[in-house]
C-alpha cells in the first residue's frame, strides 16, 4: 500500500464548477502538507502548503487537512479552463528532507 | 529571474549506455533535491544535496545511480548501464533553504521549485 493515495481521475467538469481534490495517507508522522499543480511537460508547481491541520485559502483554492482521518483536500472554486492540470498532493514529516507525492489527478475544466 | 534548469530536455539512449543529467539551481539557493516520475506516477524523491554534500540519498534505487554537485551549485545525476526501467521524466527541484534544519521548524517550508525536467527514454 503506498503512503498516499491519489485518484489519478481524470476528472472532467464544466467551466466555473467547483472541484474537490483529495488524498488519503496513512502515516501519522505526517505534518506538512502541500499541493501543486503540474502542466504537461513542465515541473510542478506550489499552489499550497498548510502546516499541521486546518484550512488555508489563497484566491480561489482552500486546502484542508483532517490529521484525525488521515485526509486531505483542496477546492478550486469558479474553476477555469487554465486550472486544467494534473494536481499532486505532497506531504512530508518534520524531521524529514523528503517530500512523499500522491501519483497525481488529472483535471480537465471544459470551457 | 532564471528559474530551475535542466538538461537536456530530452534524451534517448540504448540500453547498456550511461547517461547524465544536468541540473542548474536557482541562485543562492542552498538545497538541491532530485525526483523521478514515472508515467502515471507521483514523484519518486531520489536524493538531496545540501550545499555540496548529500545527507539523504536513500531514494537512490540502485548503484547505478549516482549524483553529485559542486561549487554548492551545478547537479549532475548519473546513470550507469542504463535499463528501460529507468526511463521516466528525472526533475529537480532547489530552495532557498533545506526542508529539514535538524530540529523541529515549527512550520517552516522552504518552497521547492522545480525544473521542467529531462525526459529519458531508454531503448
Known amino acids: 500500500q503506498k503512503e498516499v493515495e491519489q485518484d489519478p481521475g481524470p476528472l472532467s467538469v464544466p467551466e466555473g464548477a467547483i472541484v474537490s481534490l483529495n488524498c488519503t495517507y496513512s502515516n501519522s508522522a505526517f505534518q506538512y502538507f502541500m499541493w501543486y499543480r503540474q502542466y504537461s511537460r513542465k515541473g510542478p508547481e506550489l499552489l499550497m502548503y498548510?502546516?499541521?491541520?486546518g484550512n488555508k485559502e489563497d484566491g480561489r483554492f482552500t486546502a484542508q487537512v483532517d490529521k484525525s482521518s488521515k485526509y486531505i483536500s483542496l477546492f478550486i472554486r469558479d474553476s477555469q479552463p487554465s486550472d486544467s492540470a494534473t494536481y499532486l498532493c505532497?506531504?512530508?514529516?518534520?524531521?524529514?528532507?523528503?517530500?512523499?507525492f500522491g501519483s497525481g489527478t488529472r483535471l480537465l475544466v471544459r470551457p | 529571474g532564471a528559474g530551475v534548469s535542466q538538461s537536456p530536455s530530452n534524451k534517448v539512449t540504448e540500453k547498456g549506455k550511461d547517461v547524465e543529467l544536468r541540473c542548474d539551481p536557482i541562485?543562492?539557493?542552498?538545497?538541491l533535491y532530485w525526483y523521478r516520475q514515472s508515467l502515471g506516477q507521483g514523484l519518486e524523491f531520489l536524493i538531496y544535496?545540501?550545499?555540496?554534500?548529500?545527507?539523504?540519498k536513500s531514494g537512490l534505487p540502485s548503484d547505478r545511480f549516482s549524483a553529485e554537485r559542486t561549487g554548492g551549485s551545478v547537479s549532475t545525476l548519473t546513470i550507469q548501464r542504463t535499463q528501460q526501467e529507468d526511463s521516466a521524466v528525472y526533475l529537480c527541484?532547489?530552495?532557498?533553504?533545506?526542508?529539514?534544519?535538524?530540529?523541529?521548524?515549527?512550520?517552516?517550508?522552504?518552497?521547492?521549485?522545480f525544473g521542467p525536467g529531462t525526459r529519458l527514454t531508454v531503448t
Open positions: 541562485s543562492g539557493h542552498t538545497a
Open positions: 498548510t502546516y499541521s491541520s
Open positions: 544535496f545540501q550545499g555540496n554534500s548529500a545527507p539523504d
Open positions: 527541484a532547489s530552495s532557498l533553504g533545506p526542508l529539514w534544519t535538524g530540529k523541529t521548524n515549527q512550520g517552516i517550508h522552504y518552497e521547492q521549485y
Open positions: 505532497a506531504m512530508r514529516m518534520d524531521s524529514s528532507y523528503k517530500l512523499i
